[in-house]
């Protein structure tokens, strides 16, 4: 279970807004991290508390196929980001570095600071602001696995490398 604030994002969010391209040149996560999202909402990175979550229209993460991106979002404490449709190489790479991500069609009904929490095992998310639930379509089996471990690197390490 994940529980968080939500911070609302448009449609078409790309990966320069996310993390701009002038920081790439690192690949530490709290570096990127300090960074995330600060062309949109200035010092994003420390307004945010642990385990919020990000929820956004449609194409989130679009552009280049960087990883810093998810990166990012997830060094500064985001726990999940929920939007109607991912870029599809942004969709890969948060789950290739451990960042949960769901598409949710009706996320123009979440707002800015609604509680939410989610059921991954379930597929289900619940707004306690607003006493509402969407069901998603959850990840398989092995993805969960993937996100539990914080990623692919570790998913495959904890696998295969005794």
């Not at 529980?3 to 701009?20: L, M, Q, S």
């Not at 194409?59 to 985001?78: D, L, Q, V, Y």
């Not at 306690?128 to 959850?138: A, D, E, I, M």
Request: hydrophobic share 40%; with cysteine; net charge neutral.
């Amino acid at each position: 279970m994940i529980k968080g604030r939500v911070w609302k994002f448009g449609d078409n969010i790309n990966t320069d807004d996310i993390i701009a391209a002038r920081y790439l040149n690192t690949t530490d996560e709290k570096q990127l991290a300090s960074h995330c999202m600060e062309t949109i909402i200035q010092d994003f990175a420390n307004k945010i508390q642990k385990g919020d979550i990000i929820v956004a229209g449609e194409n989130f993460g679009c552009g280049s196929s960087r990883e810093h991106a998810p990166i990012s979002i997830k060094g500064c404490g985001i726990s999940v980001v929920i939007a109607k449709s991912f870029a599809r190489i942004f969709l890969r790479n948060s789950i290739n570095i451990g960042l949960p991500v769901i598409e949710l069609s009706e996320a123009d009904n979440i707002e800015q600071g609604d509680v939410l929490e989610i059921d991954f095992e379930n597929g289900m998310i619940k707004n306690l602001t607003k006493n509402t639930s969407y069901r998603f379509s959850k990840y398989p089996e092995f993805l969960q696995d993937i996100i539990k471990n914080g990623g692919l690197i570790q998913w495959v390490k904890a696998r295969y490398i005794k």
